[in-house]
């Protein structure tokens, strides 16, 4: 229930953020717009600027046309042009009586003059900075920059509902069901007058076909519809790749219970008839040090069957140690196991119950008989843990199944990306098992 409620929050924050990019960019444009009228504001006229400039300090009634647009009119008849840029961001009116600098480039081939800069207002200095105080421009920008962030969200919210591992279906369903709202949003949205600095929707603009609108509800849409296919085929990709290593360690974890399962009845009734020869014989001291290496190896085996981590060497010495000495007892000592082990190595890891199959195998492949002791080493050499037997192949051999080497080689794989190494000639069966150093 928590774990859902923390993915649920996850997923709403990253909508959150990716919506506050979205509005940001759609609105990067009168972003840039605000600055260049504050860096307008802000510039004096000077004919250092621009050697292809010419100023001159005019005064004169400002005259608004129904355009939008305002001329100066000097006491001379001269005319001076406002563009209605200017005359919203300074908030002049029809009748104003300004002094300004008027400019004109001498590169234009209409030699007409321009307000470059409001000097005074009604005879009163005009003060720029008043301009960013409370400004209607960037309450605009609030607007328009909301407006998007709660669209982009919810259309978000729309293409990843339930989650990301959408069908291809349910992607065009969702896409097509984003285009419609996005159109129905457009009539809304948004849209600023240059001329007044209102802030309309628009569906009560003069024309319903605004391309600025039109651009940012486009751009908005594409990008939603394409960061949500994106993080969706890199959801199932990641869900694929969990689930693959999700089912390695099952099939792992199966194959050390089939081993365990394969290990326990025929090892059990084995085990249970060398005990019972002690017995019969009243040898009690080694009757009980059987049972005690039996109820080892028994706790070893299922503490350790279904683990998927990694043991230390000396765990597994120990193990093999009491193991083996069922095996000895088995066999009247017809059979020993010497173990070498360097203590450079004692803390190093393998995987756990590697050497069962090992030692099961020298037991089941040769011939043990009184005439001659059969000896199975074990010992470490350069990072390996080495098993080898001489080899007495039987009179009627034991074909086996190999589960127990290919389980073995396959641990060896998934846990430590290594195989092991067969070594199998005429004299002698070795395998060598990698080590996996202790800080590792």
């Not at 040898?283 to 350790?304: C, G, H, M, V």
Request: aromatic share 12%.
């Amino acid at each position: 229930m928590f774990s859902r409620i923390k993915r649920a929050k996850s997923r709403f924050v990253g909508y959150a953020i990716m919506a506050l990019g979205i509005s940001l960019v759609c609105n990067f444009s009168y972003i840039l717009l605000l600055v260049s009228n504050h860096s307008d504001g802000n510039m004096r006229s000077s004919d250092k600027r621009n050697k292809n400039t010419i100023s001159a300090v005019a005064e004169g009634r400002l005259s608004v046309h129904e355009d939008g647009f305002g001329y100066i009119i000097t006491e001379t008849g001269d005319s001076i042009y406002v563009d209605h840029r200017r005359l919203h961001w300074l908030g002049l009116s029809d009748g104003d009586l300004l002094e300004v600098e008027a400019a004109m480039r001498s590169s234009f081939e209409a030699k007409h003059p321009y307000m470059r800069h409001l000097y005074k207002r009604n005879g009163e200095e005009f003060d720029y900075a008043a301009l960013y105080r409370g400004s209607k421009q960037w309450t605009t920008l609030l607007y328009q920059f909301v407006f998007y962030f709660v669209l982009s969200f919810i259309l978000l919210a729309i293409m990843n509902f339930k989650g990301h591992d959408n069908t291809l279906k349910q992607f065009f369903f969702r896409s097509a069901l984003c285009v419609i709202l996005s159109i129905a949003a457009y009539f809304i949205s948004p849209v600023p007058l240059i001329h007044t600095g209102e802030v309309i929707p628009v569906y009560q603009s003069r024309q319903l076909v605004e391309f600025a609108a039109i651009l940012k509800s486009s751009f908005m849409l594409a990008v939603v519809i394409l960061y949500s296919r994106i993080y969706t085929l890199i959801y199932r990709e990641q869900q694929i790749s969990f689930e693959n290593e999700r089912l390695r360690s099952e099939n792992l974890t199966t194959k050390y219970n089939m081993l365990a399962s394969q290990i326990n009845p025929h090892f059990l009734f084995n085990s249970l008839s060398s005990l019972s020869m002690l017995v019969r014989e009243k040898d009690e001291e080694r009757a009980l040090n059987y049972i005690d290496q039996l109820s080892y190896t028994f706790r070893y085996l299922s503490q350790n069957g279904a683990n998927s981590n990694f043991v230390t060497l000396r765990e597994e010495i120990q193990f093999a140690e009491a193991y083996s000495y069922l095996f000895k007892i088995r066999y009247a000592d017809k059979i020993a196991f010497e173990f070498d082990i360097d203590e450079q190595y004692i803390d190093y890891k393998l995987p756990p119950i590697s050497l069962q199959p090992l030692i099961g195998n020298t037991v089941k492949h040769n011939t043990i008989s009184s005439r001659k002791l059969f000896t199975v080493r074990i010992f470490t050499e350069e990072g390996y843990l080495v098993v080898a037997n001489e080899k007495r192949p039987m009179l009627e051999p034991n074909p086996g199944t190999g589960i127990g080497l290919s389980n073995l080689n396959t641990r060896y794989q998934l846990l430590l990306n290594q195989e092991i190494e067969i070594i199998d000639n005429d004299k002698e069966f070795v395998v060598r098992l990698p080590l996996k150093k202790a800080n590792e």
